[in-house]
């Protein structure tokens, strides 16, 4: 199984400020045939079920604010929130797709300093 | 506006059995994989089972292997989740899922509401 690990776990931050959450997997989720990373990202608040983000690394999800972007490729992956606002606190999580079984990140919890 | 519904959870002694069930509208149902992710009690998300569109190719994680069976019904526009042989550590929140049009493993963009499953006595 590919282990997928988000650094850091938490992070408090001032409303405004840029957020970097880091994804690594244990193995490269890049296809070749395709150049394509199956990689994912989702916003989870508390009581209620994850919200997609981002795909494909940087594909951003239809309606997600342009402030969410994704970035990288191979085994090493970044979710930046560029001006954190206070809707945005939450846990994220990445995963990845590339086979089966699909894991997840153990998760950020991103707070508001 | 798609909408995925799940029911079926509830309180069940270790050993026992739970049928989840999740009723799918607004998008043709028969053309998606689809897929079960649960979430235990302050932890993370964990991929549980997937089925193709016609439910010819199953997946499943292992911890759940032998015990939990997806299942689909095109007609109703309903996936379902059986599991048998209940162990305490199956207790957690249960969401059904939309996979990405034509890709197997995928993301998901759409997501049900959750089911709570107890495992206990």
């Known amino acids: 199984d590919i282990v997928m690990t988000q650094s850091p776990d938490s992070l408090a931050l001032s409303l405004g400020e840029r957020a970097t959450i880091n994804c690594k997997s244990s193995?490269?989720?890049?296809?070749?045939?395709?150049?394509?990373?199956?990689l994912a990202w989702y916003q989870q608040k508390p009581g209620q079920p994850p919200k997609l983000l981002i795909y494909w690394a940087s594909t951003r999800e239809s309606g997600v604010p342009d402030r969410f972007s994704g970035s990288g490729a191979g085994t090493d992956f970044t979710l930046t929130i560029s001006g954190l606002q206070a809707e945005d606190v939450a846990v994220y999580y990445c995963q990845q797709y590339y086979n089966i079984p699909p894991t997840f990140g153990q998760g950020t919890k991103v707070e508001i300093k | 506006e798609v909408q995925l519904v799940e029911s079926g959870g509830g309180l069940v002694q270790p050993g026992g059995s739970l049928r989840l069930s999740c009723a799918a509208s607004g998008f043709t149902f028969s053309g998606y994989w689809m897929t079960w992710v649960r979430q235990a009690p302050g932890k993370g998300l964990e991929w549980v089972a997937n089925i193709n569109q016609d439910g010819s190719e199953k997946y499943y994680v292992d911890s759940v292997k032998g015990r939990f069976t997806i299942s689909r019904d095109n007609a109703k526009n309903s996936l379902h989740l059986q599991m048998n042989s209940l162990r305490p550590e199956d207790t957690a929140v249960y969401y059904c899922?939309?996979?990405?049009?034509?890709?197997?493993?995928?993301?998901?963009?759409?997501w049900g509401q959750g089911t709570l499953v107890t495992v206990s006595s």
């Open positions: 899922a939309r996979a990405a049009p034509v890709i197997s493993t995928s993301w998901w963009g759409y």
């Open positions: 193995q490269s989720v890049l296809y070749s045939s395709n150049n394509k990373n199956y």
